[in-house]
């Protein structure tokens, strides 16, 4: 049983536009969500964070969203940027321990110049 | 300041062989969390160690194990290895209520 889910594997866009990316979770104890971002050959790497406090966090280009009653958190990237085509992780947690995160599959995301 | 390392980058081994990878956590954390990332897939969790014991632990079997050194560093464990084992080993860094810092990851193929 999947907890996080990240139902579209791919996603195009012009650069200049709006990338939304999508994440949907079941377990009703996750209260703090996190995103990653990983190119090839590297690790993934931290993007932005949220807590089950709030329904939006932003930091410069990226907004992250959250819709508890929905169990739904999208991501967007205003404006893309070919340098953010990567693969990108939606991750659950409770508690604020990072370190024990339950991921989905991951989106790639390719920003066509 | 070097973020999360591990080692080796890339390994090959036989079924039913034991594998040993290692990581140095990035300066300043004290907590280690390793994952495993099959192709296509996300990352599992598979453990996590703090204070040189583990502290929690995700669905894998026994075959896995860890440890972590009074340095903070960690090694993981893998014995009996199967097919299904080969992936991409991902081993993360933090201070607690921090995200994860990533290393690059080992990849295991067991032939």
């Known amino acids: 049983d999947q907890q996080v889910k990240q139902n579209s594997p791919s996603l195009s866009v012009q650069e200049g536009r709006i990338s939304i990316l999508n994440c949907d979770y079941t377990n009703s104890m996750f209260d703090y969500f996190l995103w990653y971002k990983k190119y090839p050959a590297e690790g993934p790497t931290f993007l932005i964070s949220?807590?089950?406090?709030?329904d939006k966090n932003e930091d410069g280009r990226f907004t992250v969203f959250l819709n508890k009653s929905a169990k739904h958190l999208s991501l967007h990237i205003v404006p893309s940027q070919p340098g953010d085509s990567a693969v990108y992780f939606c991750a659950a947690t409770w508690g604020t321990n990072a370190g024990k995160s339950t991921f989905g599959d991951g989106t790639t995301l390719t920003v066509k110049p | 300041d070097a973020g999360v390392t591990q080692s080796p980058t890339h390994l090959i081994k036989t079924r039913g062989q034991q594998v040993t990878l290692r990581c140095s956590p990035k300066?300043?954390?004290?907590?280690v969390s390793w994952y495993q990332q099959a192709l296509g897939q996300g990352p599992q969790f598979i453990f996590q160690?703090?204070?040189?014991?583990?502290?929690q632990r995700g669905n894998f079997p026994d075959r896995f194990s860890g440890h972590q050194f009074p340095n903070y560093s960690s090694e993981l464990n893998v014995n009996a290895l199967l097919l299904g084992d080969s992936a991409l080993y991902l081993c993360?860094?933090?201070?607690?209520?921090?995200?994860?810092?990533f290393g690059n990851g080992t990849r295991l193929t067991v032939t």
């Open positions: 300066s300043g954390h004290d907590t």
């Open positions: 160690y703090y204070e040189e014991e583990e502290r």
């Open positions: 993360a860094s933090t201070n607690r209520g921090a995200p994860l810092h």
């Open positions: 949220i807590s089950s406090i709030k």
